[in-house]
């Protein structure tokens, strides 16, 4: 294993990205040593147990002497942490988030955030549904894409702090990519928030049904309305925050999403079934793409479940 | 193995459902014979390959005898494909279907169905996304629900008939409900078809963005949009006319799915996060439930994808 690319990596907020960052680096280095904290005493009582590295009890002695911090709170409190830090972050060190919004996220830090610190804004496209200390694993970030969104900082100091810290991600299992922070955030919107959104919103729609009992809805979830569920069970304050502070771009996205879905209503209410069919088979042609760039191996699975090795043909 | 409820099963529609049936009655019983047909020459000459069972030229040939003959084609067609078999169906026959809409599939074959035989809709909840004579499997109704709606007949001849299909729909795997058919069509429109629909939507919207490469919406499909597109990659044509032929239903569950998102736009535009939280915590329970029946052992996966195992924790 070839030297790690730091000596001391501080976590602040230990839910499922920040545990998943203690355990890869426990599994294929990058750090000599990881030190966190998180603002609930239960979570943090409880990552003592299952999480590897050292549970601090203040946030300003976890960052303490940490040449890379990684900010995994919800994006909303990016920058009243970053100020409460501020005072205790060594010289030189490397600040980053992990926040699905960058630029709201990297303006915020920004403003508090110290001159003697490079701060690198960062989002993983990784994840589950599931939050705590106790749903982080190691190989979370094996094959995902990590997205850098460097400051306009041209200095060879911040350039070599960047490449540092893409170091550290590759060698935890990401590819890296460097982006603008508001394309980031349109591509993102379509490609993850709105998705969220909707998930949210057609299990909210279902749950309200008085004419179908929650019984049945539940029993013939199999048919494709599990999987909204499974997406819809992802932290509520973590996408609160998305949608708060990537506005204008979710706003817009889900202008379109609206407009699309009034023209499919209309072609159901007038009959039209040449328009559903042509809307329904170009999907095809995306879902090749995904498939051909080796980006899904999973399968649909409406209602088949797993299946017993001996029941299995 | 106890005496196959069927001396003969004839498959009309030879796609991911048909050729499933039969090679589910090749594993685990339930018909002596089983012989199909499909309205495609090259759909026929491919089952006659991979899917186990005769491959007939004609339809009336594939029924010819047959004391239980599924249909497995798109609901559209269900009138005029029972009304071409009436002349070539057997006394006592069974007729049922896999529709994923009952009322009109359920009126359609009536209105065509000769009165030797006995008509018995129904809908296995389970499916994948892949589609034709290839993507069968003798395992895909394992542990899912299979709904029969039948009619009105209280004949004992009517009865025994519902228990010789519900035996052999359990033998194969599933487990089976009796159901209204207007109850069916309003349960069905909020757990699948508007799933169904808004995961086309979505796709379109993004297909349609031209502030986002669709590289870029390929390349960062791991946060929420890859499920989607799996889900969308479903058959274009059936889904087609389970828009068209379940309208009223589908019309109001989506009525009300385009006003509770209206509610979270508003929220979104005016910053209201305790409205937003409010909705996206329920969310889980809902989830719990399903997870709780047992209903899903999938893990939600957003970005991480099949790990080799060396390469795991």
New interface residues.
């Given amino acids: 294993m070839s030297d790690p690319e730091f000596k001391h990596v501080a976590i602040i907020g230990i839910g499922l990205l920040g545990s998943s960052i203690a355990?890869a680096v426990a599994?294929y280095g990058g750090a000599e040593q990881v030190s966190m904290w998180d603002l609930s005493d239960d979570v943090r009582a409880r990552a003592a147990r299952v999480v590897p590295g050292t549970v601090c009890e203040t946030a300003q002695e976890a960052v303490a002497g940490a040449d890379c911090v990684i900010l995994c709170t919800p994006v909303?409190v990016l920058r009243e942490v970053t100020g409460q830090l501020a005072g205790a972050l060594a010289e030189g060190a490397i600040l980053t988030d992990v926040g699905?919004v960058k630029a709201k996220a990297a303006a915020d830090m920004a403003s508090t955030c110290p001159a003697h610190v490079h701060l690198i804004p960062g989002h993983?496209?990784?994840?589950?549904?599931?939050s705590g200390p106790e749903a982080g694993?190691?190989?979370?970030f094996?094959?995902?894409?990590h997205?850098l969104t460097p400051t306009a900082d041209t200095s060879a100091e911040y350039k070599s702090a960047v490449e540092r810290l893409t170091a550290f991600w590759i060698r935890i299992?990401a590819k890296v990519e460097t982006m603008d922070p508001n394309r980031h955030d349109?591509?993102?919107a379509?490609?993850?928030?709105?998705?969220?959104?909707?998930?949210?919103?057609?299990?909210?729609?279902?749950?309200?049904?008085e004419?179908?009992e929650?019984g049945?809805?539940?029993?013939?979830?199999?048919?494709?309305?599990?999987?909204?569920?499974?997406?819809?069970?992802?932290d509520?304050?973590m996408?609160?925050?998305v949608?708060?502070t990537n506005?204008e771009a979710?706003?817009e996205?889900?202008g379109?999403?609206?407009e699309?879905?009034?023209a499919?209503?209309r072609a159901?209410?007038w009959?039209d079934?040449d328009m559903?069919?042509r809307?329904?088979?170009?999907?095809?042609?995306?879902?090749k793409?995904?498939i051909d760039?080796g980006?899904?191996?999973?399968?649909?699975?409406?209602?088949?479940?797993?299946?017993d090795p001996d029941?299995?043909?």
Same sequence: chains 1, 2.
């Fill in positions: 355990h599994a909303g699905s993983p496209i990784a994840g589950t549904e599931k694993f190691a190989s979370l094996q094959d995902t894409w997205i299992g349109r591509v993102l379509i490609t993850s928030h709105l998705p969220h959104l909707i998930a949210y919103n057609i299990v909210s729609t279902a749950y309200d049904m004419s179908v929650q049945e809805v539940v029993k013939y979830s199999a048919g494709g309305f599990r999987d909204f569920t499974r997406i819809a069970a992802s509520p304050t996408w609160r925050d949608f708060l506005k979710v706003l996205t889900l379109r999403f609206s699309d879905l009034a499919l209503q159901i209410r009959g079934g559903l069919m809307e329904f088979s170009r999907a095809r042609g995306i879902r793409a995904i760039a980006l899904d191996t999973a399968e649909a699975d409406f209602g088949r479940r797993q299946i029941q299995d043909e």
